[in-house]
């Protein structure tokens, strides 16, 4: 019964599959070895267990969503997706989504897009981890990790997420990592691939909407939709880039409610 329509603002979101770990980690399943090893990583599950899984979703009208950090990884699940469209159904109906994303190769980026798949990326993993992505991959590869320009210049829409607990859902945080791309050390990593602050507070707001089917209701501030809004202390479109990480949310109102303010009061 919350695998439809909300029911005290829950829903069930659709089906999650694994297929491999952490580039972190060095458990990312890659096409291509690590640095200075012959490891690539290893995948979770087989090929048929994919398929399987992602048929079964499309079959049943259900959103599918893949953990996908490495490039072999988005390998298995697009092909998997493939396969399920060449036996004449849509993936695109279900809008499936592959989570992390990390190392999507910039040769696949056409793939989703022809498949309907909706790239949610891990962008802060740029400042948590991109010195170790640095050692692990080396400057140029590491440089790739999270393609959010990529994605935007195919016309994808993408979105962004903290996977919380793994680090704090500091959104604001996160706009800052997709637009200025610093690593802990204050490296500068995958210039090219840094976007512009209307782009990533789409990722986090009208895009955040459609992946889940619900662009008609949240996502904008449109007549009509729902009044789930954020009062920041200063505009995110003019403040210096730089300065985003520092934003503060100072009251969160859902549905015309203010649920919580900065002032305490409730």
């Known amino acids: 019964e919350y695998a439809g329509d909300y029911r005290e603002h829950f829903r069930l979101g659709g089906y999650k599959m694994f297929l491999d770990g952490s580039p972190q980690s060095r458990t990312a399943w890659m096409r291509t070895p690590y640095l200075g090893s012959e490891d690539r990583g290893y995948p979770t599950l087989t090929d048929r267990q ?3 899984y992602a048929e079964r ?3 049943e009208g259900r959103q599918i969503l893949a953990h996908c950090n490495g490039d072999a990884a988005a390998e298995q699940y697009l092909a998997a997706l493939e396969q399920v469209k060449a036996g004449g159904l849509d993936p695109a109906a279900v809008r499936p989504v592959m989570i992390h994303a990390q190392l999507l190769g910039l040769d696949q980026i056409p793939r989703l897009a022809s498949l309907g ?12 981890w991109g010195d170790t992505h640095i050692r692990n991959f080396g400057r140029e590869r590491a440089g790739r990790i999270s393609p959010a320009r990529s ?5 994808l829409p993408f979105t962004f997420h903290q996977d919380a607990p793994v680090i704090r859902p500091d959104m604001a945080e996160t706009l800052w ?10 490296q500068l990593l995958g210039e090219e691939e840094r976007i512009p602050v209307e782009e990533a507070l789409k990722a ?6 459609y992946q889940y089917g619900e662009e008609r209701e949240k996502g904008s501030l449109t007549p009509g939709k729902k009044a789930d809004l954020v009062i920041l202390d200063r505009n995110p479109m003019e403040a210096a880039p730089e300065e985003l990480r520092e934003i503060q949310v100072l009251e969160t109102i859902k549905e015309g409610k203010t649920v919580f303010s900065r002032k ?3």
Request: aromatic fraction near 12%; charge should be positive; proline fraction near 2%.
């Open 50 to 52: 994919v398929y399987g």
């Open 57 to 59: 979703a499309v079959k």
């Open 117 to 128: 798949v909706i790239p949610s990326f891990f962008v802060a993993h740029v400042y948590h």
């Open 151 to 155: 994605a935007w210049e195919a016309g």
């Open 177 to 186: 990592c997709a637009v200025c791309r610093r690593t802990r050390s204050g």
């Open 204 to 209: 986090v707001t009208i895009h955040g909407a």
């Open 264 to 266: 305490g009061q409730k």
